[in-house]
């Protein structure tokens, strides 16, 4: 009788009663059945773990990208400051794309992944904010100006 039952081939994948990993490709054998790990899984079939192809180095997104581990795969993402798909990524001119907030008394310089922004000669700030000298000078006296009432408080 067991001779019997192992000459019947029961395609036990296409029934779904094999034990294979959810993460494998149940392959049917005459009177038996074998399972293999789905592409970005490791294991012997039965069980099957998830490849970080991130941490493993199998990924090929670009240098200008972040790397996601999935679940079977991985994604690709470019840095901020790069457009593209993860795996092209180029750098945005923030400055040509009018996307700086430099202000309009600065220079926009665009850099890999960044920009910056510095001021025009004859301006002094951080790039954002720009101001002339003329103003900066009355400004200057403004403070000195404000400043003396704490300066005597904080003598007495
Ligand atoms: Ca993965
Ligand atoms: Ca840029």
Known sequence: MMHDISLINVDECAKETDDCSAAAICK?????????????????????????????GERTCSADALCTNT???YNCKCKPGYSGDG?????????????????TDAVCNNTKGAYNCSCKPGYSGDGQTCEGEFVRAQKTLQDIHDDQPKNISEGL
Do not use: F, Q
């Not at 789905?38 to 998830?50: E, Q, R, T």
């Open 71 to 73: 679940k079977g795969s």
């Open 87 to 103: 795996w092209s990524c180029m750098d945005i001119n923030e400055c040509t794309e009018r996307l700086s907030n430099c202000s």
């Open 28 to 56: 049917n054998t005459h009177g038996s059945y074998d399972c293999a790990c789905k592409p970005g899984y490791s294991g012997d079939g039965w069980s099957c773990m998830d490849d970080d192809e991130c941490v493993l």
